[in-house]
């Protein structure tokens, strides 16, 4: 139904910064409100920062002021800008998006979310 491709993680100095996209194709009408996580090693997935389809956002408080989150549905993309990185932002970074609640999804989309593959982004010290 929907595909997510993260792209721009990286290796990156404390204090740099980074700007991560995800692309969904396919049936792009199944995606409603948008996100990012994170995953550091040992710990849970947690959100980042999430954007509905009229473009209202939120934060997580560890990020806030820091990183902005954006989409342009004309493009079926959505960004994170990552600045003023810090070495507690490593992690793999996964685009997920929610499953519309459109009368115009009925028999076509399916699952509860989607998901993308992640992106490492390392931020070294």
């Known amino acids: 139904q929907v595909q997510l491709v993260e792209s721009g993680g990286g290796l990156v100095q404390a204090g740099g910064s980074l700007r991560l996209s995800c692309a969904a194709s396919?049936?792009?009408?199944?995606?409603?409100?948008m996100g990012w996580y994170h995953q550091a090693p040992g710990k849970e997935r947690e959100l980042v920062a999430s954007?509905?389809?009229?473009?209202?956002?939120n934060y997580a408080d560890s990020v806030k002021g820091r990183f902005t989150i954006s989409r342009d549905n004309a493009k079926n993309t959505m960004y994170l800008q990552m600045n003023s990185l810090k070495p507690e932002d490593t992690a793999v970074y996964y685009c997920n998006a929610d499953r519309s609640r459109s009368i115009l999804t009925i028999g076509r989309c399916f699952a509860n979310d989607y998901w993308g593959q992640g992106t490492q982004v390392t931020v070294s010290s």
């Open positions: 954007i509905t389809s009229g473009g209202s956002t």
């Open positions: 396919g049936d792009t009408m199944c995606i409603s409100a």
